[in-house]
T-cell receptor, first 113, second 110 residues
Framework: EAQVTQNPRYLITVTGKKLTVTCSQN?????MSWYRQDPGLGLRQIYY???????DKGDVPEGYKVSRKEKRNFPLILESPSPNQTSLYFC????????????FGEGSRLTVL | AQRVTQPEKLLSVFKGAPVELKCNYS??????LFWYVQYSRQRLQLLLR??SRESIKGFTADLNKGETSFHLKKPFAQEEDSAMYYC????????????FGAGTRLAVHP
């Protein structure tokens, strides 16, 4: 089944403890992106990647890192999480540039205490 | 500045009533607009694109450049339409720039 898979789905952590949210897609998509969803703010783009080894900042990149060593994986790294990074995170990919249709993961709910 | 505005956080209607979820955008270029939907316990998925001019699950949306709007409409709401709806604007120059509105939760009551 074609899909985008994120892990973990739920995580509670403490300030300063490094964590990684993994994202994997099996559709051979070149473009991948991370969003955070906060009440009243919709989805805001954190980072995106146009292809392997090509990444760039989105609208809210502060406090996050990403890497794209393989086409299928696009992990989101929080080196030193803070409470303002408590949010719902979505990974997404696009296969067909003509349609611009995003395929989303199920989301990862992160709480930083 | 580019922006997508969905003025209603919650829209509550009864089954069979007409539905209109509002979306306004601000963009000086040529807009490409989408509606995404998230049903309970499911992932976000594309509902429709203005370019395709389709009707999906009875929903339609027409781009009105004069009013800079892309409202989502359905003549007769069903309970299974209850979900979170996001309007999104694709900026020209690449699909890396997709701006989402804050979302509207549609609740359809029996």
């Amino acid at each position: 089944e074609a899909q985008v898979t994120q892990n973990p789905r739920y995580l509670i952590t403490v300030t300063g403890k490094k964590l990684t949210v993994t994202c994997s897609q099996n559709m051979n998509h070149e473009y991948m992106s991370w969003y955070r969803q906060d009440p009243g703010l919709g989805l805001r783009q954190i980072y995106y990647s146009m292809n392997v080894e090509v990444t760039d900042k989105g609208d809210v990149p502060e406090g996050y890192k990403v890497s794209r060593k393989e086409k299928r994986n696009f992990p989101l790294i929080l080196e030193s999480p803070s409470p303002n990074q408590t949010s719902l995170y979505f990974c997404a990919s696009i296969g067909d540039r003509r349609t611009g249709e995003l395929f989303f993961g199920e989301g990862s709910r992160l709480t930083v205490l | 500045a580019q922006r997508v505005t969905q003025p209603e956080k919650l829209l509550s209607v009864f089954k069979g009533a007409p539905v209109e979820l509002k979306c306004n955008y601000s963009y000086s270029g040529s807009p490409e607009l989408f509606w995404y939907v998230q049903y309970s316990r499911q992932r976000l998925q594309l509902l429709l694109r203005h370019i395709s001019r389709e009707s999906i699950k009875g929903f339609t949306a027409d781009l009105n450049k004069g009013e800079t709007s892309f409202h989502l409409k359905k003549p007769f709401a069903q309970e299974e339409d209850s979900a979170m709806y996001y309007c999104a604007l694709l900026l020209s120059g690449g699909y890396n720039k997709l701006i989402f509105g804050a979302g509207t939760r549609l609740a359809v009551h029996p």
